[in-house]
């Protein structure tokens, strides 16, 4: 039961990702995007990430595409009736989505490579993992022990993801307001 919800989940997330990147329609394919990260929020449940799960639909399912919505909706009513002209609709696999195709593939090869060169079987923390026998039992509070691990273990790496996310606020809110010189 449990295989055939995580298949559907999974079926439903490429689904809805390969629908939201060759939609024209911008506002159905916010909607579909919604549905791609609702999904994938129950992935993340599968792999007993509870607080991923749950940072993923407050954080992206709540903010990010209601935002997304209203940026749309606000930005310019002229655009806004272009994007949802019912003519434009979805055309799978033209010419120009081709190259972004074969880059995406090139990535998948480059990633799959580099997964293959590690070797993840001979790395010391999971043979170590392996001989004392530790494994995640899914009883634990993975919130507590990400906010334990964070302001413990994890303290510089985090904060200084967090200053990195900060420059980049800063460059987007500079790049936003920057007028065009014609």
């Known amino acids: 039961m449990l295989k055939t919800v995580f298949y559907i989940l999974s079926f439903i997330t490429v689904a809805s990702a390969i629908y939201t990147v060759t939609c024209r329609n911008l506002a159905r ?3 579909v995007f919604f549905a791609t990260l609702f999904c994938l929020a129950g992935i993340y449940v599968f792999a007993f990430a509870d607080f991923v799960a749950i940072t993923q639909i407050m954080v992206y399912v709540g903010g990010i595409v209601i935002l997304m ?3 749309i909706m606000l930005s310019n009513r002229k655009l806004f009736e272009v994007l949802t002209e ?4 979805t055309k799978l696999f033209p010419i120009s989505v081709l190259g972004g195709i074969a880059l995406s593939l090139l990535v998948f090869a480059g990633l ?3 997964i293959w060169l590690s070797n993840l079987g001979e790395l010391a923390w999971i043979k170590s993992n392996i001989a004392s026998n530790i494994a995640y039992q899914g009883d634990e509070n993975s919130a507590n022990s990400l906010g334990v691990n964070f302001m413990t273990s994890y303290l510089l790496p985090f904060e200084t993801i967090s200053v990195y996310l900060l ?3 800063i460059g987007a809110a500079y790049l936003a307001r920057r007028k065009r010189v014609r």
């Open 69 to 71: 919505l209203f940026g």
């Open 86 to 89: 019912t003519k434009a609709e």
């Open 112 to 114: 799959l490579n580099i």
């Open 29 to 31: 394919a916010v909607f």
């Open 167 to 169: 420059a980049v606020l």
